[in-house]
Every structure is written in structure tokens, then in C-alpha cells.
């Protein structure tokens, strides 16, 4: 099965920028998505095809993919944006999950 | 604008069926760009895709996935459900439904959840 690599845990200050990684076997051939789940909510959706946002997800978000690593990039970040984030992509008529990023803003 | 809601037992006792339904509001089931997906979360874990389905019934069903399952759709409904078999505390989650966007063309191969549903607890117990 395919594997998707995450960091547990990311920290980032106030109006820095905070950098999540999702590393897979050849990665950058496969679309990646990336979603954000807020404690007691359910995930949203913020990156899809590696690099395009939903019309109502601000434009801090930004994504990448090449190789075999795949970055969500945050500008600014902002306290609201403290959550877990999940790489995803379609492998084999699969989804896979990448195993979540916790990001503290402090 | 599309809604997603979940709904079915919280609780479900060891070795009996787990059934679930995902009812869509604001949008057909019936579209030639969706498969409609169920995805859960352990608590304090990460997310776990089971399966998708397209409005014709075609399916697709996560390989790792341990538990038996049947992800079916009733168009008539506007609905799809998910059916888990003999289950065990390890299917404690909070089960998710969501529209997947979908493309098998050269080039655009992907799938990925769009819109999700605000997820149901189930608690696998005696």
C-alpha cells in the first residue's frame, strides 16, 4: 500500500510562516490535497491538485508538490490557524490519508 | 449550497452491523463528477478513507481497510449508505460522509473530498 509521511507536530509564531511537509514514493506524479480540522469539526478542504484553493479559503494557504514531497505553506499564520492538517492524494484507485500535522501557533 | 448529513445508531454492540446513512441536500446524488466517499476517525486519530460511490453504483474501497464493508447508493433517496459487518471496539470512530471529486482522464487522475458531512459518533460496546 502506499505510505504518506507527515511530522506529528509543527510550531510556528504569530505572522510567521509555517511549512507542512507529505512525503511519498514519487509523490510529485500524484495530485495532492490537503485539508484542516479544527478541534470538534469536521475537515475542510483548503488545497486540491496540489497548489489550488477553494474560493473561500484565504490566500496565506498555498500548496506545492515535486518529487517525492509535497508542502503546504501558511503566510502569516494566524491563531485561528492552529488545527491538524492531512495530506491526501489517489493512488491506485485508493485514498490515502497522510497520519496529520498538529499546528501550534504560539 | 450542498449539505452532507449523517445518521444511524450511536451505539452498536461487538459482532452486530454497523449501518449508516449520508442523506445530500442542496445538490443531486446523480453527477458525472462525483463519487460520494465515507471516511472515519478513531478518537485522537487520524482519518481513515473506507470507500466511495458513484451514482451508478460503482465503487471503490479502501485495501487496508480490516473491517467488512458494503458502501451502496439509493438515487431515488438522494442517499448513500455504509454497512460494516461484525464489528469490534477497533470501529469506534467518528464516521464521515463527503463528496468526492473525481477524474480518471490521463493527465487528471485524482479524488479527493470537497464537502464533508459534520460526522457521526459511533461507539462500538456491550
Known amino acids: 500500500s502506499y505510505d504518506l509521511t507527515q511530522p506529528p507536530s509543527v510550531s510556528v509564531s504569530p505572522g510567521q510562516t509555517a511549512s507542512i511537509t507529505c512525503s511519498g514514493d514519487k509523490l510529485g506524479d500524484k495530485y495532492v490535497s490537503w485539508y484542516q480540522q479544527r478541534p470538534g469539526q469536521s475537515p475542510v478542504l483548503i488545497i486540491y491538485?496540489?497548489?489550488n484553493r477553494p474560493s473561500r479559503i484565504p490566500e496565506r494557504f498555498s500548496g506545492s508538490n515535486s518529487g517525492n514531497t509535497a508542502t503546504l505553506t501558511i503566510s502569516g499564520t494566524q491563531a485561528m490557524d492552529e488545527a491538524d492538517y492531512y495530506c491526501q492524494a489517489w493512488d491506485r484507485n485508493t485514498v490515502v490519508f497522510g497520519g496529520g500535522t498538529k499546528l501550534t501557533v504560539l | 449550497q450542498l449539505h452532507l448529513q449523517e445518521s444511524g445508531p450511536g451505539l452498536v454492540k461487538p459482532s452486530e452491523t454497523l449501518s449508516l446513512t449520508c442523506t445530500v441536500s442542496?445538490?443531486?446524488?446523480?453527477?458525472?463528477?462525483?463519487?460520494w466517499g465515507w471516511i472515519r476517525q478513531p478518537p485522537g486519530k487520524g482519518l481513515e478513507w473506507i470507500g466511495s460511490v458513484y451514482y451508478s453504483g460503482n465503487t471503490y474501497y479502501n485495501p487496508s481497510f480490516k473491517s467488512p464493508a458494503t458502501i451502496s447508493v439509493d438515487t431515488s433517496k438522494n442517499q448513500f449508505s455504509l454497512t460494516v459487518t461484525s464489528v469490534t471496539a477497533a470501529d469506534t470512530a467518528v464516521y464521515y460522509c463527503?463528496?468526492?471529486?473525481?477524474?480518471?482522464?490521463?493527465?487528471?487522475?485524482?479524488?479527493?473530498?470537497?464537502?464533508w458531512g459534520k460526522g457521526t459518533t459511533v461507539t462500538v460496546s456491550s
Open positions: 442542496g445538490g443531486s446524488i446523480i453527477n458525472d463528477f462525483y463519487y
Open positions: 463527503a463528496r468526492g471529486s473525481y477524474s480518471s482522464r490521463p493527465g487528471y487522475y485524482y479524488h479527493y473530498m470537497g464537502v
Open positions: 491538485q496540489d497548489k
